[in-house]
């Protein structure tokens, strides 16, 4: 096998090929879209041949192997050749496991992901633990193992890239939880996303760990089926268990492979019943790598989210502002709208990925005063709460959004944006809306005062 082609020129992509060409392979980059002129320069720099706007199929169907960008669709015509003709097609974070002799702490999940995956990896550096940080947060793994290895690998893995694993195998693996996404990519099907995210564990042994969340459904319902080959740790906000972690009144309570630690609540610097799941999750992988109860502690109240995660931008006139652009599912918005006791003003919508939305009802109906619809089709997010909120309006410009936000804001209320739905059909990515409402957000002024 010589001749690799790598497909999407992103960050993962142009990772695997930098690693690739290191490796001694052939390596071709091809991008149906336009790719950026930094990563152009960084490819013309290592002489590795690329093309942008169009996939050759002769290039393309040349290969040995294609990496291919998680985001881009097997159903895509070119993949789909590429698999007929029985051309092997992996992820970026396959490719570079290959490379890699660190253990693998690997974390996925519908919600929570990534907020566990950094404060994980924040507990272990802090630790003084030689650690890197990858997958689908920060920068390409295959990227990193260009300048040196660490002895722990912390990896965010999407399903998308967790269905290209064929080799990966972690020593720790995490899943936080399964609620109802990306179904358009899975068939609208929840069996073959759940199948998806259980594909984590397959190559796992008896001598590795796998944390799951007792409370979690669908998490309970795949377990029924599938064989995890790891040993099976518990993570429960409700009852103590005997390996994992659990919550009690005032402490987090961790114990697995034979340590253990107790970690006061007070020492958590993120909030929210979702948090707590979180820091369960991310200290009990800490403590199995060698964290102590102190370390942890300490790493605990140093600890600051990654941005469009609840973040509060600003308060104006009493109003605070709360960033949760990341909320691109009903889930994870579920989890906004609880996490607040002040009246609410939403802000929601977008790409609609076959979300349920009655199951926000109970909160929309305890919470929200005011819901505005910000997207290009907002008719069933209207539909779906016509009867429970009596003020609902529409718009496609944030800043009218915002600027709505603060008239019918009053003291002591909250502007959420929490979308649940995907971005792309106003902005470039959930990171591109979380920036603009940040920037509409910072650019209010006072209401004068009569």
Request: with cysteine; glycine share 8%; aromatic share 8%.
């Amino acid at each position: 096998m010589n001749r690799i082609v790598v497909l999407g020129a992103g960050e993962s992509g142009v990772g695997a090929a930098m690693l690739a060409k290191q490796n001694g392979y052939v390596v071709f980059v091809s991008d149906a879209g336009q790719i950026s002129p930094a990563r152009k320069e960084e490819m013309e720099r290592l002489e590795i041949p690329y093309e942008e706007g169009k996939h050759s199929e002769v290039k393309v169907l040349s290969a040995d192997l294609i990496i291919k960008s998680p985001g881009i669709s097997p159903k895509t015509e070119i993949v789909a050749r590429a698999l007929i003709i029985g051309i092997p097609i992996i992820d970026e974070l396959e490719f570079a496991f290959g490379y890699s002799k660190g253990k693998v702490i690997a974390i996925t999940g519908t919600n929570g992901k990534t907020t566990t995956t950094l404060l994980t990896y924040h507990l272990m550096k802090e630790a003084g633990l030689d650690v890197g940080l990858a997958g689908n947060v920060g920068k390409s793994w295959a990227g990193q193992l260009l300048e040196g290895d660490h002895d722990y690998w912390v990896i965010e893995c999407s399903s998308f890239q967790i269905d290209g694993f064929q080799t990966f195998k972690p020593s720790i693996a995490i899943l936080t939880n399964i609620t109802p996404d990306h179904l358009d990519r899975y068939d609208y099907q929840i069996d073959k996303y759940m199948d998806s995210k259980f594909g984590i564990f397959k190559n796992m042994t008896s001598a590795d760990q796998a944390i799951f969340f007792a409370e979690d459904y669908l998490t309970l319902e795949g377990l029924k089926t599938k064989t995890i080959p790891a040993t099976q740790n518990w993570i429960s906000l409700e009852q103590a268990q005997q390996s994992g972690g659990y919550l009690t009144r005032l402490t987090l309570e961790m114990k697995i492979a034979g340590k253990s630690a107790q970690i006061p609540m007070d020492s958590l610097s993120i909030k929210g019943k979702h948090n707590v799941l979180n820091a369960l999750c991310a200290g009990t992988a800490a403590l199995c790598a060698g964290v102590t109860e102190s370390q942890m502690i300490a790493g605990y109240q140093t600890f600051k989210n990654a941005p469009h995660r609840m973040e509060e931008v600003r308060e104006v006139d009493g109003v605070k502002f709360i960033n949760d652009s990341k909320g691109t599912n009903v889930e994870a918005t579920a989890y906004a709208l609880a996490s607040y006791e002040n009246p609410l003003i939403w802000i929601a919508g977008g790409v609609d990925k076959g979300n349920e939305y009655s199951v926000l009802k109970p909160l929309v109906n305890e919470k929200v005063k005011s819901l505005i619809c910000l997207g290009k089709d907002n008719d069933k997010l209207k539909t779906a709460f016509a009867g429970d909120i009596a003020d609902i309006r529409e718009t496609q410009d944030i800043r009218e959004a915002v600027s709505w936000g603060q008239e019918l804001g009053k003291p002591g209320d909250i502007v959420l944006l929490s979308p649940a739905c995907a971005s792309f059909d106003l902005f470039k990515n959930y990171e591109d809306r979380g920036n603009q409402f940040r920037a509409a957000v910072e650019n209010l002024k006072p209401k004068a005062i009569s």
